[in-house]
């Protein structure tokens, strides 16, 4: 049947796309903060992955400590792209630690596995292994008063294929909202809990017993980035749970268009790993999606998170 051979009434499109400006057209994609001074980069080269999220940094060695100058360019270079990415690295546990550590303190995780420290936290997705949690858009650890501020990865064995992690952008995110929803969300509040992200994987007690370690906790449905005042959408499909003050149904509709946010190809990156990659992310401006798509084959990460601050 060719296009002619249509009948007049069938329908081209759905018979209604729904009108409030999320779904199609072009992306406001501001990658920094309008009066955000631009300079060259000294000490390393920056290439770019994706528009407003994502860059390699290329011609250091993170083995080696970071000089103040270096540890200057690589913060700034991280609250410009959100998500930096260092090929062949292959740092011990230690030396994922210590570089960390150039950002503040670390958190430890006690709803993870651990690694070889209670810092590293350990993800090793194989045949009859753990399940797992991160095939869904998120920010870690929200749940928490404060929630890191970052996250340093390595992947120290990975799949023949498959394995990506996307990372989204939640200042493009928020800029590319409708009207309608920002005056909804400006100055609203949510609630954050655990479990709705871990309850499949855990047994009453030990829920039970986190859930007096971890009550759900509230922050704003829109933050602002401390560094770069950039407002950002910090809502999140793991650990959001409600909008305070909204009527239950409204408020499920309105979090799960915000979450919709983060399937926007245009506000995204997506990383292709090798054994001895590092991801760094700012975890206050992103979330990210680790791609389930490898089957029994094993991959496994190595994750060191740096505490953050009381999102505002
Ligand atoms: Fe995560």
């Given amino acids: ?80 792209w959100k998500v930096l990415f260092f090929r062949g690295q292959h740092l011990t546990a230690e030396r994922q630690r210590a570089f960390a550590r150039n950002w503040g303190e670390l958190e430890t995780n006690p709803l993870l596995e651990r690694g070889d420290s209670d810092e590293v936290v350990r993800f090793d997705k194989s045949a009859g292994g753990t399940p797992s949690f991160e095939n869904v858009w998120h920010t870690d650890v929200t749940f928490r008063e404060r929630p890191a501020m970052g996250a340093v990865l390595q992947l120290r064995e990975v799949p023949p294929s498959g394995g990506d992690t996307l990372w989204a952008d939640m200042a493009a995110a928020y800029d590319n909202l409708p009207r309608w929803v920002t005056e909804r969300i400006d100055g609203a509040v949510a609630e954050h809990d655990f479990l709705p992200g871990f309850r499949r994987f855990y047994g009453p007690e030990r829920l039970a017993r986190w859930q007096e370690s971890f009550p759900p906790v509230t922050h704003p449905v829109v933050r602002r980035h401390p560094a770069t005042g950039r407002r950002m959408l910090f809502v999140n499909a793991s650990f959001t749970t409600r909008i305070l003050g909204m009527e239950q149904g409204e408020s499920d509709r309105l979090l799960r268009l915000l979450f919709q946010q983060a399937h926007v190809p245009e506000f995204q990156v997506r990383f292709r790993w090798q054994a001895g990659d590092i991801a760094f992310w700012d975890n206050r401006a992103t979330q990210h999606y680790a791609v389930a798509d490898y089957g029994d084959a094993r991959r496994v990460a190595e994750r060191v998170a740096i505490a953050g601050d009381r999102p505002h």
């Fill in 1 to 80: 049947m060719s296009v002619t051979d249509v009948p007049p009434t069938t329908p081209l499109r759905p018979a209604r796309i729904p009108d409030d400006g999320l779904y199609e057209g072009r992306r406001l994609l501001r990658r920094t903060p309008d009066d955000w001074q631009e300079r060259p980069y000294e000490l390393f080269e920056v290439v770019p992955q994706a528009a407003t999220i994502g860059a390699e940094i290329r011609g250091i060695d993170l083995a080696r400590p970071l000089s103040a100058h270096l540890r200057a360019e690589l913060d700034r270079a991280l609250l410009e």
